[in-house]
């Protein structure tokens, strides 16, 4: 089968996306591969839209209407997408311009910098709008609004450095979980649980494809693989939510993103939310402060991220911190908090596999903890363990500094035994024996939390979380192997409250803060009710 581009103006290969690529088969965008080729004529998408634009054009929806679903009405999606192959095409080429006369007109001084290069887009994508509306005019059609041809650059600057026709949902403090179940199929989940429909977010299932690929690639520094051989992207948004995808291995393309809302949070803001009672709140920051090594486990969408926030934030300032992650979502350095911290983030490789089972450029978690040692830090954090990255976590917790990690689980006794099989997956030269043993002598505290949906007095719904148990964790009996000791527990569908049972380990924690009495009083109090 040749591989040369069509020359057929109907042919949709032809357009600067295929350029230089082959025509068969799915493709990835341009932002960040080599230079598209530069169009020798109108793509035939802009002569149909132009063609389109002489008929009578739908009323324009104010600008008040829920973002959801109103704005894609007007919109020319084929356009959208003709346009943003065009400007990332030119952002690509004038990136690899080594020697332009003028940098500030060209365009690479924006190779550099994420605003100055999202101006210099703004700028490609209102000329490419004048000269297709002046075009238009010219063969009798129709001019577009001022408000359309904002809508019009709005819907093409998200296309290219945005999340396309998905980021006006991203954009909606409402939302906090979008599922995209195939291109027609597009529901919302809200903060208080609800779930709602909107408008779908591409016209084909293999256009969602290909703008995955296309999001996947344009980061220059830590590019995504997206192909039937590697049917699983996880990628970290601009502004911290979080995006998983899968297709092939399932009926219909699949995308989750989730949108945290609280990028910066406090423990104190989990006691006013009554999420956490006030005692839990002063064990957990004097646990922290003393190097106390803690994992937050929980179901999905519990709140697990949030309170690693929360924890964080009671490192004192002085320490020199060291996160890894799969995909950013802590944030430590936002917070603004350390002077010193050193993000690492994996990196899956995108050339062929080498003789150790790796792609050829691949980075994990164990690579970057490893190189951290060399760094002078006073903490390791290691972010969510899903699955082998478990015994990076573990690592970071014998070094001694008082590691953070995430779990799901739906208990804290049910959260050993998961990291136990996640430490076991790492190969057959771990035994549950051996995986036990290293927990039980680096972990030593279990965070538990839990969330439901709940009517509230006034009739509203609300997405409740709170801490349902904290245990702390020892070494035990040669049978099981560790043993817990539940320091606050379940109070029915409300935070966790003060057991009364404590550790000799826990009493320590007074040098850190830990006030006893009031442990103490709370739970006196809570056996009392």
Same mark, same amino acid.
């Given at each position: ?7 057929? *103006?109907?042919? *949709?290969?032809?357009? #600067? ?10 493709? &990835? ?11 020798? &004529? ?13 008929? #009578? ?13 109103? $704005?894609?009405? =007007? ?6 997408? %003709? ?50 509306? %002046?075009?238009?005019? /010219? ?59 909107? @408008?779908?977010?591409?016209?084909? $299932? ?22 039937? !051989?590697? #049917? ?35 423990? /104190? ?10 005692? +839990? ?7 922290? &402060? ?26 004192? #300032? ?47 978690? $164990?690579? /970057? ?9 006073? &903490?390791?954090?290691?972010? @969510? ?72 007095? $006034? ?30 527990? *379940? ?8 057991? !009364?049972?404590?550790?000799?380990? +826990? ?14 009083? =709370? /739970?006196?109090? !809570?056996?009392?009710?």
């Amino acid at each position: 089968m040749s591989t040369e581009p069509s020359n057929d *103006p109907g042919d *949709p290969t032809a357009l #600067p996306l295929f350029a230089a690529q082959a025509p068969h088969g799915r493709v &990835r965008g341009t932002f960040s591969l080599r230079p598209a080729a530069q169009p020798s &004529r109108t793509p035939a998408v802009l002569e149909d839209a132009r063609r389109r634009h002489s008929s #009578p054009r739908p009323a324009v929806i104010p600008s008040s209407a829920p973002r959801p679903t109103a $704005d894609s009405a =007007e919109i020319d999606w084929s356009l959208v997408r %003709a346009l943003r192959t065009i400007v990332a095409g030119r952002l690509t080429k004038d990136h690899t311009k080594e020697n332009a006369q003028d940098r500030n007109e060209a365009g690479p001084s924006a190779a550099g910098d994420r605003t100055a290069q999202e101006q210099y887009g703004r700028a490609v994508i209102d000329e490419l709008l004048a000269d297709h509306t %002046a075009d238009a005019v /010219a063969t009798g059609g129709q001019a577009w609004t001022g408000a359309q041809q904002a809508r019009m650059a709005q819907a093409v600057f998200d296309a290219v450095f945005g999340l396309g026709r998905l980021q006006p949902l991203i954009d909606d403090d409402r939302v906090e979980n979008i599922f995209v179940l195939g291109h027609r199929k597009v529901l919302l989940q809200l903060v208080d649980g609800t779930r709602i429909g909107a @408008e779908p977010v591409a016209d084909s $299932d293999e256009e969602l494809i290909d703008f995955l690929r296309f999001v996947a690639n344009r980061s220059e520094s830590n590019p995504r693989p997206f192909s039937e !051989g590697t #049917p699983r992207l996880h990628l970290k948004l601009d502004g911290g939510a979080r995006l998983a995808a899968t297709a092939w291995v399932v009926s219909v393309p699949t995308v989750v993103i989730r949108r945290h809302r609280l990028s910066i949070d406090s423990l /104190a803001a989990w006691v006013d939310r009554d999420c956490m009672s006030p005692a +839990c709140a002063d064990f957990l920051a004097a646990a922290v &402060r003393a190097g106390w090594s803690t994992v937050v486990a929980g179901p999905m969408s519990a709140g697990k991220t949030t309170l690693m926030r929360a924890l964080c934030a009671q490192i004192p #300032p002085q320490e020199a911190i060291g996160t890894f992650e799969t995909e950013y979502e802590l944030f430590v350095d936002q917070a603004g908090r350390h002077e010193v911290v050193i993000d690492w983030e994996s990196r899956p490789g995108m050339g062929e596999i080498g003789a150790d089972g790796r792609a050829a450029g691949a980075f994990d978690l $164990d690579d /970057a903890l490893v190189d951290s040692f060399r760094f002078a830090l006073d &903490r390791q954090i290691v972010g @969510e363990i899903r699955g082998r990255e478990v015994w990076t976590m573990i690592k970071a917790m014998e070094s001694g500094t008082g590691s953070l990690s995430t779990t799901h689980a739906s208990s804290a006794e049910a959260c050993v035994h998961k990291l136990v099989t996640c430490a076991m997956e790492t190969g057959g030269h771990v035994t549950r024996d051996l995986a036990m043993e290293k927990l039980a002598g680096c972990l030593d505290v279990i965070v538990q939390l839990d969330r439901k949906a709940v009517v509230l007095p $006034d009739g509203t719904r609300a997405m409740r979380r709170w801490v349902r148990e904290v245990a702390v964790v020892e070494p035990g009996e040669r049978e099981k192997g560790y043993a817990l000791t539940y320091l606050f527990g *379940p109070s029915g569908n409300g935070p966790a409250l003060a057991t !009364g049972v404590i550790t000799e380990a +826990c009493r320590d924690l007074v040098a850190h803060g830990f006030d006893l009495d009031a442990y103490q009083a =709370e /739970a006196d109090a !809570g056996w009392s009710r």
